[in-house]
């Protein structure tokens, strides 16, 4: 069945990049959208960004100019760009999907902004 999974976490310094992957699988679903939450220890889980079928983005004012959400239909990836990295930066990041048959999220992976 559908399964969502997160790869390219890890720990990064201030001011550092990371990549996040998030590679859906079961091709009979289609996506409307997918998106990237975050949640910090101690947090409610946030938006960071989302990018629709249409290719239209969204997000957060916080890491405006700093982020980027992309897609690779082909590969039924999604990815978000991290540039800038800041220590508030730091939380488990959960990829989700809109499909036609329901909503999804991956299990997340870390990402540790830290000297």
């Known amino acids: 069945q559908v399964q969502l999974v997160e790869s390219g976490g890890g720990l990064v310094q201030p001011g550092g990049s990371l990549r996040l992957s998030c590679a859906v699988s079961?091709?009979?679903?289609?996506?409307?959208?997918m998106g990237w939450y975050r949640q910090a220890p101690g947090k409610q889980r946030e938006l960071v960004a989302v990018i629709t079928s249409g290719g239209s983005t969204v997000y957060a004012e916080s890491v405006k100019g700093r982020f980027a959400i992309s897609r690779d239909n082909a590969k039924n990836t999604a990815y978000l760009q991290m540039n800038g990295l800041k220590p508030e930066d730091t939380a488990v990041y959960y990829c989700k999907a809109v499909t036609d048959l329901g909503e999804y999220w991956g299990q997340g992976t870390q990402v540790t902004v830290s000297s």
């Open positions: 079961g091709s009979i679903f289609r996506i409307y959208a």
